[in-house]
């Protein structure tokens, strides 16, 4: 089964405004870190932001932001003020305390932001 | 800096050519990661090495297998290379556990044809 599941295939925003990513996850973990990357066109696989699961608070980090509802198993993506820099692929992850080592991917989000 | 480079970025065999793809990070983390990526899909785990000559095998390890002799290096090697290993690889490396930071750092990948 899958740990780490993104449903949108695609998605397609206007520059400027807000978009989200869904991604809902599975462990039975109390402890447990969740990441959102960014494929760019060139390849790249970048690093954005990252939720510890025993935080309440939702990681922000520049524009972009989660949305953490841990009773849902659910870590959203939010990037507000999209720019045509931000088209990409997103990749949300986990990283289960009992299995450090491993990192459970999904299988990716293409965002494309237009003018 | 924190990086983890690639070598060769591009390559082209022959089908049953060896090949040697090389990674290193500059980092010292323990944990590194050889990953594939097919077109509009996820990124599929090779091997996994825990440190040097400790190696476990990944999700898809069949075809492959891997060198580490050195913490800062990690080699991926396919004996006679098979046209559906055309791929990109990526290379990555973890912080270890009490590090106060979790995530993956991926190398720039290496786009390998084998025709």
């Known amino acids: 089964a899958q740990k780490v599941t993104q449903t949108q295939t695609s998605i397609s925003v206007v520059e400027k405004t807000t978009v989200t990513m869904d991604c809902v996850y599975e462990?039975?973990?109390?402890?447990?870190?969740l990441f959102w990357y960014k494929q760019t066109a060139s390849g790249e696989i970048v690093f954005l932001i990252r939720?510890?699961?025993?935080?309440?608070e939702n990681a922000t980090v520049g524009h972009y932001s989660l949305n953490f509802q841990k009773p849902k198993s659910s870590i959203g993506l939010i990037i507000t003020a999209t720019q045509i820099e931000d088209s990409a692929v997103y990749f949300c992850?986990?990283?289960?305390?009992?299995?450090?080592?491993?990192?459970?991917f999904g299988s990716g989000t293409k965002l494309t932001v237009e003018p | 800096d924190m990086k983890v480079t690639q070598m060769p970025r591009y390559l082209i065999k022959r089908m049953g050519e060896n090949v040697l793809l090389e990674c290193g990070q500059d980092?010292?983390?323990?944990?590194m990661y050889w990953y594939r990526q097919d077109p509009g899909l996820g990124l599929q785990l090779i091997y996994i090495?825990?440190?040097?000559?400790?190696?476990s095998e990944g999700d898809i390890p069949k075809g492959y297998r891997v060198s580490r002799k050195k913490r800062e290096h990690f080699s991926l090697i396919l004996d006679s290379a098979k046209t559906n290993q055309t791929s990109v690889y990526f290379c990555?490396?973890?912080?270890?556990?009490?590090?106060?930071?979790?995530?993956?750092?991926f190398g720039p990948g290496t786009r390998l044809t084998v025709l």
């Open positions: 990555a490396s973890s912080p270890p556990r009490l590090a106060n930071y979790a995530e993956q750092f």
């Open positions: 462990t039975r973990d109390s402890s447990y870190f």
């Open positions: 939720q510890d699961s025993y935080k309440k």
């Open positions: 992850a986990m990283r289960e305390g009992s299995n450090y080592n491993v990192l459970y």
């Open positions: 980092m010292s983390h323990e944990t």
């Open positions: 090495s825990y440190d040097v000559d400790s190696n």
